[in-house]
T-cell receptor
Framework: GDSVTQTEGQVTVSESKSLIINCTYS????????LFWYVRYPGEGLQLLLK?????QKGSSRGFEATYNKETTSFHLQKASVQESDSAVYYC???????????FGAGTRLKVIA | AQTIHQWPVAEIKAVGSPLSLGCTIK??????LYWYWQATGGTLQQLFY??????VESVVQLNLSASRPKDDQFILSTEKLLLSHSGFYLC?????????????FGPGTRLLVL
């Protein structure tokens, strides 16, 4: 089956510093999956942050970016300069094209301190 | 605009009692619908998905069942709750696949089984 691994349960970063949240995936399919980052801000519902459906491409949104690396099966989330408003829980997820079964990582809680 | 509602917002129930959680999507015809569950500190797990009225597919067996009695309604239920059913339940609808692939999540229902 498929799995998504986020190694850090919580990350604390000072404001204006750079961020990387790790995500790796594993799949038994010969096809490359579609990859997503979802985010839950405090008091809000889970929402899509960015997605990439083609291996080798980069997705970006709200200053965040993630590159789909099929060689390392990774989809790390990066931001050059975080703000306190970025504090949230971030989830990496995958689904195969034409499939209905999503797999989510355990989530990484980002805390940005002033 | 599409809206997604879940009810109740929260429940405290006794072990062995029945449960019914609801989800309604307005402004979207024939949506693909999903139920997710997240134990406290756990991963978001997909439970069920439904492509059309009356048709529900199970992804994870947790002694729960789901039904889709109307195009815009998705119900999660069980006749006998277990302690392990505690957690956060999310309903979602999904747009088309490929570049359009996005899930829109409801606000969730928090369930505590005692």
């Amino acid at each position: 089956g498929d799995s998504v691994t986020q190694t850090e349960g919580q990350v604390t970063v000072s404001e204006s510093k750079s961020l990387i949240i790790n995500c790796t995936y594993s799949t038994t399919s010969i096809a490359y999956p579609n990859l997503f980052w979802y985010v839950r801000y405090p008091g809000e519902g889970l929402q899509l942050l960015l997605k990439v459906i083609t291996a080798g491409q980069k997705g970006s949104s709200r200053g965040f970016e993630a590159t789909y690396n099929k060689e390392t099966t990774s989809f790390h989330l990066q931001k050059a300069s975080v703000q306190e408003s970025d504090s949230a829980v971030y989830y990496c997820a995958l689904v195969h094209t034409g499939n209905y079964k999503y797999v989510f990582g355990a989530g990484t809680r980002l805390k940005v301190i002033a | 605009a599409q809206t997604i509602h879940q009810w109740p917002v929260a429940e405290i129930k006794a072990v062995g009692s029945p449960l019914s959680l609801g989800c309604t999507i307005k402004g979207k015809s024939s949506p693909n619908l999903y139920w997710y569950w997240q134990a406290t500190g756990g991963t978001l797990q997909q439970l069920f998905y439904s492509i059309t009225v009356g048709q529900v597919e199970s992804v994870v067996q947790l002694n729960l069942s789901a039904s889709r009695p109307k195009d815009d309604q998705f119900i999660l239920s069980t006749e006998k709750l277990l302690l392990s059913h505690s957690g956060f339940y999310l309903c979602a609808w999904r747009t088309g696949g490929g570049n359009q692939d996005t899930q829109y999540f409801g606000p969730g229902t928090r369930l505590l089984v005692l």
